[in-house]
Every structure is written in C-alpha cells, then in structure tokens.
C-alpha cells in the first residue's frame, strides 16, 4: 500500500491454482527435504507363507501330532506393509477455485514457508544498536511472529494468482475487488463478521485497483468517486494491492498487469526498480541512498506512448515504501525510490514494504476524486462525541478493524447502515483519518510493484517473494 511522503501529505503460492485438481506443486522456495523411500519392507516375511509341515514330527501313520497341531496354529502371518507416513511439508489438501480451503490447513504443523533469504554483506557486524533493538527484536520477529508473516504471505501468493486468472479486459472491478476480499477471508479462516474476528487475521486494508493515472489508493465501492461501473480494458495498466495479516503481522505486497505489450519496459521497470530496493535495504542501509539507487535503474527506461512517441519512465515523487507495524499498515519510517537528503537508517528487527511506482507522466500526484478508506488515529485524544451514531460507529471500528484501514464497502458488508453523519464526525475530530487516491496527469499510465521484508539478525526475508514476482 502507497505510502503519502510527509511533504506531499494532505490527507489523513506453494499451490497451483487451477480449475481441475492437480497435485500439489512445490513452491520454488521450499527447502524440504522427500521422505526417504521405505525399500525392501517385506522381504523378510516372505518365508513365513511357505509350509513347514515336513519338519515338523509326525505320528506312525503320518499324521501330525497334538503338537504339531499346536505349532501351526502359532504359525505367523504375513506382516502387513504400513502406509507411508505423509511427509510434514506435504499439502494434505488439494486448493479449489476459487480458493476457498484456509491455508492453516496446508500446514497442519503451523510451520509455513520462509520466503527470500538474502545474507547481509557484513554477517560480523556489531554495534550498541543491536543491544539497544534486542526488545523490539523479539516481540517484532519472535518465532510464533515469523510464523504468522509466513502465514500471511502463503495466503497472499494463492490469493494473487487466483486474481491474476480474473483480471482480463471485460471484468468489472468490483467484481475482482470482491474476489480478492472473499478469497483472503476464506484462506486465513476468518470471515470477519463477528466482533473481533477481523482482528485474528484478514484484510489489512482495502484492495487497491488503481488504474493507468491513478497511482495508487482505489478501491471500488460507495465513496470512490462514481467509478464504481468501471471495466478492464485492454489499454489498462492495472495495479492489484492488497495486504493481508495474521494476528496484526501485516504482509503487504502489489503487482501491475497490462495486456498491451508496449507497456512492457514500464511494467519491468518498476519490477526491477523494486528489486533494487529490496536488495539494498537491510541493516543500517541508509533510505536516502536506497532511493537513489532505486531511481537510477527506473529511469533507465523508455516507453511508447502512441503514434511514434517514446516518453522516459519516470519514478513518482509524493509516494514512498514505509515500515510496518502491528495492525498499522504505515510506521513512522519512509523509503523514498527518489534521490533525496534522508539519512534515516533500517534497524534489526524492522519490517518494511518496498515499492516502487514508475509513471509515463510527470512523475508526481496529487488528490483525486472520492475516499479510498478510513484508519483509526491511535495518537487521537480523549473526546467526547455528541452524536450516538459517532460513538456507535467509533465501537463497530474497535471491535471489527482497530487500527486497520478500512473502506465503506467493507462497512456495509457489516449490515452497518445510516453511518454519513458519524463517520464525518469521527473524521473532523482527527479520531479517524481518511485517505483518498493520488493520481498523476490525465492519460499517464503508473505501475508499481511492492514486496514486504523482515530484517531478522542474520538476513533479510523477503517474506512476500513467489515464483511470479
């Protein structure tokens, strides 16, 4: 999810996913090892079949004695082979499609997948930071944490490639957006009615599907704009981003499609720019830095606009990658992908999005039309609300969201009803603040791309990696 830059701030798969079932496919990140094959179980059984009466005595007239008789019934038969145990990190179940299984299922051990390792250059670094960060490493990326981001991210790659498999012109993007929301509910195991739910795992913010101008925060649904009848086409530059945590593990992590091959370089671009990112960041990497080297290899391209015309990509400024939070999709740290004068530093045991958006327009945004969602202030102060529909409204946002962005649709799905007037009273005592879309100029087209990593003592995870992206 698009990070506002503080000056530009105005407002507050290991599966394959098909449709006949197939066997499960490892996923390219897994590093276990196959069971080792049961050889040769029954050979020695095999002589107990075979008669034994010529050695046993016999009487006079050649009939077996009382015990003879005893001793074959002893006889002992044939053991029967076990069935193979399955291995742990063997999938139990086959996905559906539309994903529909929760993914807890998969992993009966609850141990899920890492993603990404990438070894920091300097594994003998040792600074007082690391002393002083040892607190915050251990709740931030406790094992039990570690699981949960993994959780989320195995959650987030089958969810993604089901939305890839919808998003071809002629969808309407309400209908995608709901796909997307259904199929991350479905997936944790938590539909998110009841109070509370929501807060055990789901949606970390409304799905994002920003096309061509747009550059980031719209999502369809009351409040964005009147747009809500809008429909792929195949001139589009589609960007998908969607968060999805477990227990307020938040993995954030978006994508662009585009079904014209002249917005090839600049869906590479972006994709390369983002790796780039994710590949210098790490402990005590400085942002500043980052964002220049970010913005060097995402304006080393070029893209046909039409008619002949070729237009450099540009990297957006006013946008930036953001550290995360439990259940705050945005911390107080930025990553710009733009040369600038920050010196901030990553430090151990933080989590950050890296993204990236390259535009064929000026490279800037600003406001656009409607509200893309709503996120609790949790630095509001104590007010007292007058109106019983705010205060109504305040305790459904506690119980079903807390700090998460949320979006009117997803308000509605509650059954709340009659909310306008409460919600603009939450929002003009600062209690909630409401974001809207930033796009740049008419006729732009923006991709951005984004990866969520966990900088752990010894590596970086790249949690959110998959085989597409």
């Given at each position: 999810m698009g990070?506002?830059?503080?000056?530009?701030?105005?407002?507050?798969?290991?599966l394959h996913i098909s449709k006949d079932p197939a066997p499960a496919i490892v996923p390219k990140f897994r590093n276990a090892e196959a069971p080792d094959d049961d050889l040769g179980g029954d050979d020695g059984d095999d002589d107990d079949d075979d008669d034994d009466g010529g050695d046993e005595p016999a009487d006079g007239d050649g009939a077996l004695s009382p015990a003879g008789n005893e001793k074959k019934k002893k006889k002992r038969k044939r053991s029967k082979k076990k069935p193979k145990k399955a291995s742990p990190n063997e999938d139990p179940v086959q996905q559906t499609d539309p994903p529909t299984?929760?993914?807890?299922?998969?992993?009966?051990?609850?141990?899920?997948?890492?993603?990404?390792?990438?070894?920091?250059?300097?594994?003998?670094?040792?600074t007082a930071e690391e002393t002083r960060h040892t607190t915050r490493l251990e709740s931030t990326l406790s094992p039990s944490a570690l699981q949960d981001f993994r959780h989320a991210a195995a959650v987030h790659r089958q969810v993604r490639a089901h939305a890839r498999s919808l998003a071809k012109p002629g969808v309407p993007l309400t209908s995608l957006a709901d796909a997307i929301d259904d199929s991350v509910r479905s997936l944790v195991g938590h539909p998110g009615l009841l109070p509370g739910d929501g807060l055990k795992a789901g949606l970390a913010f409304p799905t994002g599907l920003a096309l061509n101008e747009c550059a980031a925060h719209w999502t369809p649904g009351p409040g964005s704009g009147g747009r809500n009848d809008r429909v792929l086409q195949k001139g589009d530059v589609l960007k998908v981003d969607f968060g999805v945590h477990v227990g307020g593990r938040i993995v954030d992590s978006a994508f662009s499609l585009a079904w014209e091959e002249r917005f090839d370089p600049l869906l590479q671009a972006v994709r390369e720019a983002t790796d780039?990112?994710?590949?210098?960041?790490?402990?005590?990497?400085?942002?500043?830095?980052?964002?220049?080297?970010?913005q060097e290899v995402m304006e080393s391209f070029e893209v046909e606009a039409g008619k002949g015309k070729v237009v450099p990509v540009r990297a957006v400024r006013g946008l930036a990658g953001h550290d995360i939070r439990p259940y705050r999709i945005h911390g107080d740290k930025q990553v710009p992908f733009v040369r600038s004068g920050d010196r901030t530093r990553m430090e151990e045991g933080e989590v950050f999005a890296i993204e990236t958006f390259g535009s064929t327009g000026k490279g800037s945004v600003r406001d656009g039309a409607g509200v893309y969602g709503y996120g609790r202030n949790p630095d509001a102060p104590m007010t007292h609300l007058q109106l019983s529909s705010a205060r109504s409204l305040l305790k459904t946002i506690d119980e079903h969201f807390g700090t998460i962005v949320f979006c009117r649709r997803y308000l509605e799905r509650l059954g709340v009803e009659k909310y306008l007037l409460g919600l603009n009273s939450l929002v003009s005592h600062d209690i909630v603040r409401s974001y809207g879309?930033?796009?740049?100029?008419d006729g732009s087209h923006v991709a951005q791309f984004e990866h969520t990593i966990l900088l752990r003592p010894d590596a970086k995870e790249v949690v959110s990696r998959g085989d597409d992206y």
């Open positions: 990070s506002k830059s503080p000056e530009g701030h105005q407002q507050d798969q290991p299984i929760p993914v807890s299922n998969f992993y009966p051990n609850n141990t899920y997948l890492p993603g990404e390792i990438q070894p920091y250059p300097n594994l003998h670094r040792t780039t990112g994710v590949r210098e960041a790490g402990i005590d990497a400085c942002v500043g830095e980052i964002g220049a080297k970010v879309p930033l796009n740049d100029i």
